[in-house]
């Protein structure tokens, strides 16, 4: 991936420039976002660029060999951690990344811009807790052992640092804090409280912003829209939701709220609220006078055009915010039915 390819976060495009050009890279750094804001585009562009042969003009030239690799995910120097765990799509007792880093690759080449939720359909673990295990440190420790193939950089890009335990963690340590000449970890983070304070004391952390809602419309360009049961109960929840909210009935607006806390883990209550964030974000666009740029369906349209001509022009952006301090909240383990009736009671306000 280029940097121009990625949307948004332009300086910290420039920032990543600066430090290859100068020879000054961390040996690790901490990129840390909102889900789905591109730290993984921005690591995958910083990686390219590194052992890019022949870059010019702040970006590598996407042409020569190793800028051909890295648009596969086949750099034979470039690494990739993400939690995993048993599931259908492999027949590994303990899996690593490895295991899953067909799908992996599938998914980041579509859209570096995936949220945690597409990850775990992608690698088919849906319905369970993601972990990055002692045998994943075992496996990079090996892997940075050899020498490099191409004399360039070894790069590791770690997806979710939060989600490993203090076991890999003191396995992991002595490599990132002495790695061997040329190697930079980037980690990805989306809970930079939660990464163990022995791995995040040793990295350059860099926060990633959100995207704004015109670089949201472009990124879900790349995102199709899935017609199935999981998409037509999203959108009823939140359709039921807007219509008692512009209607101004709140009794209505916190019977969905209870739905939204009931949903039956964190990782759904988060993907609820990314949905959300997308529906809030064609709003947006819609009284903006984009339509263009949003991809409804036609038995959708109605409803999108009877809620943008019916909410305040400030109402999408008040909204967004707030998701994202709910996100945090849910992250942070707080009761769910706090969260939600204090989001929905939030947007009844902003209407």
């Known amino acids: ?3 121009e390819s990625v949307i948004g976060n332009a300086e910290i495009a420039e920032a990543l420039v600066s430090m290859a050009d100068s020879g000054k890279v961390p040996h690790a750094m901490l990129l840390y976002e909102n889900d789905g804001s591109g730290a993984l585009a ?5 990686a390219q660029y590194l052992n890019c042969s022949n870059p010019s003009g702040g970006d590598s030239c996407g042409v020569c060999p190793s800028c051909r690799q890295m648009s596969k995910l086949i750099h034979p120097d470039v690494h990739f951690v993400f939690p995993v765990n048993k599931g259908p799509k492999t027949s590994d007792d303990k899996p690593t990344s490895e295991s899953y ?9 579509e859209n570096p811009y995936f949220i945690e939720p597409d990850l775990q359909e992608a690698i088919g673990i849906e319905s369970k807790v993601g972990l990055i295990a002692v045998a994943e440190a075992k496996s990079i420790i090996s892997k940075l052992s050899l020498a490099s193939v191409s004399d360039g950089y070894k790069i590791v890009i770690f997806y979710l640092p939060e989600k490993m335990n203090q076991e890999t963690a ?3 340590l002595k490599v990132v804090e002495e790695p061997p000449e040329k190697t930079v970890f980037l980690f990805i983070t989306h809970a930079p409280e939660k990464v163990l304070q022995t791995i ?8 990633v912003m959100p995207l704004s809602m015109e670089e949201f419309a472009r990124v879900a360009i790349m995102r199709p829209i899935r017609d199935d049961d999981e998409y037509s109960n999203a959108m009823k929840l939140f359709s039921d939701l807007m219509k008692a909210l512009v209607s ?6 916190l019977e969905c709220a209870e739905e939204m806390a009931a949903l039956d883990s964190r990782e759904k209550q988060k993907a609820f609220c990314t949905f959300v964030s997308g529906c809030i974000r064609k709003i947006f666009m819609i009284q903006q006078d984009m339509r263009h740029l949003v991809a409804v369906s036609q038995s959708e349209n109605d409803f999108y055009e009877d809620v943008s001509a019916k909410v305040a022009k400030t109402f999408c952006s008040r909204t967004i915010t707030n998701i994202e301090k709910a996100v945090a909240l849910i ?5 769910s039915k706090i969260v939600f009736c204090d989001l929905v009671n939030r947007m009844f306000l902003s209407v």
């Open 1 to 3: 991936m280029r940097f």
């Open 42 to 46: 921005l690591a995958l562009a910083f």
């Open 101 to 109: 880093l067909k799908y992996w690759r599938e998914l980041a080449i």
């Open 170 to 172: 003191n396995r992991l």
């Open 200 to 207: 995040f004391s040793r990295c350059l952390s860099i926060r």
């Open 248 to 253: 101004r009935d709140l009794m209505g607006a």
């Open 331 to 335: 992250d942070r383990n707080v009761n």
